[in-house]
């Protein structure tokens, strides 16, 4: 991956007043925060609170109201949820990542080290994508976004579909990116205790408000119940 | 329109572009049929015919009537669909079902026929300077985009963040695949060119196991039923297009005899 650790006093995002709305019915409502270079930003909230539509508003694909900013140079990577795909639809896993390495320019070296990193063999170069697991596609999707050696990941439930190693290794994947090589990762999970273990700050969706912060402010038992309405628990992994 | 007598011998020059026909229709089709647009080919087609009924009333050559009214539809499409947002197929649908009533009725008798179905009669140089370089626009414009339209076809929010113009590539392919139809009515006609362009792509997408496969797959089986279509028509002494799409349809028949993978 590209790039030193930015300074952290530069916004990767700056998002100001942003409001999306589907006909009569209001998603997002005035919604402003910053998300710094190198942080990772967990964004969580009950189902409906317009998780999907602030990822989609944020790479621009619908219209919305206020701003979003992102830093000059900003290349992002967007995994997003599962896709529906045709299951005889004959593009192999080598044909959508080629794909990618030809649009962003880069070398065919990165798609081999891309499928390492995720932990797809090359098994999945020749198989149709539609005929791939959900947790093997979701890896192929990861694996996608880092042919494009971005410096923002969006994520929305990567680990969706995967199972248990698969997700440990996307999770610690991901931190790696992020502590290690300094890129800005916002993701959004149900999974409580991954966002505790992996956030460095919390944007929590409610359905009146949004709260931002430190992940042990927000995923408080209180803030908790205010949001979802019931009580959300979660364990913290030993570090 | 005097009625075009069925075809027994074609020129190399009308050979030769039946086959740039064929190439072009395979390529566009492949991406029409991955995108769920199959049916999308049939009415699309159909907006030719009020460009025909007015490019004879004005005694001009019907070709660029056709074309010039694909090319609006196709503008037509895209706009509607960024304005909407409901999806190609519809608004396909609701705007060229209209198309073909207007040109029903601005076309008339055997015109009509020809329109709809085709012939192989006299070819001007015209028509075949159009044609070679709408074919060759084609081929270059699927070999240049492949792969923005491989990941569009995925997701197209995958694609944005991957720096693909979706508003731009839906343009594009729209302008590319009513280009394709204007290029299939000379031998087709508005009815059969859309058959041209969905059967073969939908025959190499059963028999394929990659993208490059099914883009071979698909412009052989296409130029293979234009062959064969137009010699059979010769022998038999009857119109070309009609064929042409039943060869094509054999050959989709045939491909169900593998077994899906």
Redesign the interface.
């Known amino acids: 991956m590209s790039g030193q650790r930015a300074p952290v006093e530069e916004d990767a995002l700056e998002v100001s007043h942003l409001s999306v709305h589907f006909g009569e019915s209001s998603v997002l409502r005035d919604l402003s925060f910053s998300v710094s270079q190198g942080a990772s930003l967990a964004v969580i909230g009950p189902n409906g609170s317009g998780k999907t539509v602030l990822f989609?508003a944020l790479?621009?694909?619908i219209p919305y109201e206020g701003g979003v900013h992102w830093a000059e140079g900003t290349r992002?990577?967007?995994v997003?949820q599962k896709?529906d795909?045709?299951r005889?639809?004959?593009?192999?896993g080598?044909?959508?990542l080629?794909?990618?390495a030809?649009?962003?320019g880069q070398r065919a070296a990165n798609i081999s080290r891309a499928l390492d990193l995720v932990g797809l063999s090359s098994e999945v170069n020749?198989k149709?994508?539609g005929?791939m697991s959900g947790g093997q596609f979701q890896r192929l999707?990861v694996a996608?976004?880092l042919v494009?050696e971005p410096n923002v990941l969006?994520l929305d439930e990567p680990t969706a579909g995967v199972d248990e190693p698969g997700q440990e290794r996307l999770n610690e994947l991901v931190r790696r990116l992020q502590q290690d090589e300094g890129l800005t990762v916002l993701f959004i999970s149900h999974e409580l205790s991954v966002v505790y273990r992996y956030a460095t700050s919390v944007l929590c969706l409610g359905r009146r408000q949004a709260y931002i912060g430190a992940p042990k402010t927000i995923l408080t038992p209180e803030l908790l119940q205010e949001v979802y309405g019931t009580e959300a628990g979660y364990h913290i992994h030993d570090q | 329109m005097a009625r075009r007598p069925a075809t027994t011998s074609m020129t190399s020059e009308a050979v030769l572009l039946s086959v740039a026909m064929a190439v072009a229709a395979g390529l566009v089709g492949c991406f029409a049929v991955m995108r769920r647009m199959a049916l999308a080919a049939d009415p699309l087609s159909h907006v030719a015919l009020p460009g025909i009924g007015v490019a004879l009333a004005l005694h001009i050559d019907p070709v660029f009537g056709a074309a010039a009214m694909l090319f609006f539809g196709a503008l037509l499409v895209w706009g509607l669909e960024e304005a909407t947002r409901a999806t190609t197929e519809t608004v396909i649908g609701v705007v060229f079902s209209a198309a073909l009533a207007l040109g029903s009725l601005t076309t008339s008798g055997e015109d009509l026929i020809d329109a709809l179905f085709g012939g192989a009669g006299g070819l001007s140089w015209a028509e075949a300077v159009f044609g070679l370089l709408a074919a060759g626009a084609i081929v270059i414009f699927i070999v240049a985009f492949r792969n923005s339209l491989i990941v569009m076809l995925v997701s197209p929010d995958v694609a944005r963040t991957a720096g693909v113009d979706i508003r731009r590539l839906n343009l594009l392919y729209l302008l590319t695949f009513a280009l394709a139809i204007a290029l299939g009515l000379r031998y087709l006609g508005v009815l059969l060119m859309g058959a041209l362009i969905i059967i073969p792509p939908t025959t190499a997408k059963r028999l394929a196991r990659n993208l490059n496969q099914m883009l071979l797959a698909a412009v052989a089986i296409s130029v293979a039923a234009t062959l064969l279509g137009t010699w059979i028509a010769s022998l038999l002494d009857r119109e070309t297009g009609p064929l042409i799409v039943l060869v094509a349809a054999v050959a989709f028949l045939l491909s169900l005899l593998r077994p899906q993978p």
């Open positions: 989609k790479i621009g694909s992002i990577g967007y997003p896709l795909l045709e005889d639809i004959p593009i192999t080598l044909d959508f080629r794909a990618r030809s649009l962003a020749a149709p994508i005929t999707l996608f976004a494009g969006l």
